[in-house]
């Protein structure tokens, strides 16, 4: 497109906005909910099975992250051809790569809760579907909120996997845009694109602390927006 040309008004720029927020939109609401069932599954094991789950949720966080994209490339093109590049491999391989941090969180939190609550309601009489979602589920609120906060600013500022799994234009997102025309040299447009995706990332942090914020002062904790910060961070980590 024109590069003297706003970012709404350039077609490849307006595509690559729309396709970044499919990309994160889409794989924040697949990760966050198997992630959370996997944290409580793994959580619920004992001994070696609860050893060997932990580390195979944690392999994608310690591997090198252009190990992963050339790994998924391989598994796509070798093993599971079927499955195209470009949108449906890019989502597959951010699900593959964020799921373990939805774990870490909701096992962090699961921890900090312990079974106490969950006992106390199955001795009252609940069934124990009844103890996970009235009693378990609003406990963990705070670590869903940190998931969607974490998956989406990772998957929306990602590069890697998503030029691995790339199959063109049509599958570029901003990273890429980004990344394709600074060879050209810096435009006002190419500018305000890469403000555009700063900005973004950190209205989902904002949108987060305050979303965590909500629920400490509806639940009677005390602490407000600094407390809530503080939260999403260590959760984060």
Known sequence: GDK???????DSM???????LVLA???MLIVTPL?????????RLKGKSATAVQGMTSVPLITPEIVVGAALLLTFTRLFSGIPLGFPAQLLGNVTF???????IVRARLVSIGSSFEEAARDLGATRFQALRYVLMPLLWPSIVASFVVVFATVIDD??????LSAGVDSETVP???YSSVKGGATPALNALATLLVATTFTALTLGVFGLSFWR??????GGFKTALSDLTRMGE
């Open 176 to 178: 890429l845009r980004i």
């Open 25 to 27: 939109t889409t794989t």
């Open 217 to 222: 002062k509806r639940h009677g904790e005390t």
């Open 98 to 104: 964020s799921v373990s941090a939805v774990v870490v």
């Open 4 to 10: 003297y040309a706003s970012v709404f008004h350039d």
């Open 14 to 20: 307006r595509q690559a906005i729309v396709n970044s």
């Open 159 to 164: 590069f890697v996997i998503t030029s691995f």
């Open 35 to 43: 992630g959370l069932a996997l944290a409580i599954g793994s959580h």
